[in-house]
């Protein structure tokens, strides 16, 4: 019997805010979850001000299901409360991210539950973002994120978390050069792929790139990359088809 298995949002919220945070890209994520209760990350950022637009809704085995595509515009800084929180909680390490690169303060509240995550994720947000060079105030139920700030690379603690180790790569895209993570084998305990598949998005050589086990969400990218150094210089369209990833438009200088 053929079953068919959305994209899981949460897994799809670092590439989103990896397209919401770097200038001209355009991402379209394809046939993920849009259940209510896991798109509390969608939906904060589309209040930050991302371009964030939902198409091809429809059920599958009564559960909505959708593509999303999210394209750079200039975010701001926003609260988020603690009945906003159940819906975004595992999103919070990559929110606060995006935080870091928006007009005005963000403040979240009401999160308190993060102290009990795999690790303290409120004390191991407010380390690497200070680290990285953000200004940024520990709550005892959140943090105050005052922004916008450049974002400089540096060593990042994961404290053996997976979300804070994926998260601070992303954010190492928008510092000029890489972040380097102290424990990268911790993703693996949620999403195995993340590396093999960022690094999809940006390695020179896109004509046929096999990678097994790739997560259920199909994903097209356009994007050119551009960071403060100019590090990047690329245009890229990549597709997902039987198990290999695909690219008929290549333009790179890196």
């Not at 198990?243 to 438009?249: K, R, V």
Request: proline share 5%; glycine share 6%.
């Amino acid at each position: 019997l053929p079953i068919s298995v959305p994209g899981d949002p949460s897994s799809a919220a670092f590439f989103a805010a990896a397209a919401a945070m770097i200038p001209n890209s355009d991402l379209t994520i394809k046939n993920i979850s849009v259940n209510p209760t896991r798109i509390g990350f969608f939906n904060a950022l589309e209040q930050m001000g991302g371009g964030v637009i939902w198409e091809n809704l429809h059920k599958e085995c009564g559960e909505l299901v959708g593509d999303v595509q999210v394209k750079y515009q200039p975010l701001h800084g926003i609260s988020i409360s603690e009945n906003q929180i159940p819906s975004l909680i595992d999103e919070l390490p990559i929110i606060a991210v995006l935080a870091s690169t928006a007009e005005g303060p963000t403040i979240i509240e009401g999160a308190e539950e993060l102290r009990v995550k795999e690790t303290d994720r409120i004390n191991a947000i407010c380390t690497n973002l200070l680290s990285m060079g953000i200004d940024v105030i520990e709550k005892k139920d959140g943090f105050v994120i005052d922004a916008p700030n450049i974002l400089h690379s540096a060593n990042i603690k994961s404290f053996g978390d997976h979300r804070i180790a994926m998260a601070f790569t992303i954010a190492g895209l928008n510092a000029g050069s890489y972040n380097k993570i102290d424990d990268v084998d911790c993703v693996n305990i949620s999403f195995p792929e993340f590396f093999e598949t960022l690094k999809c998005f940006f390695i020179s050589n896109l004509q046929l790139h096999k990678i097994d086990n790739l997560p259920k969400s199909l994903i097209f990218f356009f994007a050119r990359i551009l960071s403060a150094t100019s590090f990047w210089n690329m245009k890229i369209k990549i597709s997902y088809q039987g198990g290999h990833f695909l690219s008929n438009t290549r333009e790179a200088n890196i």
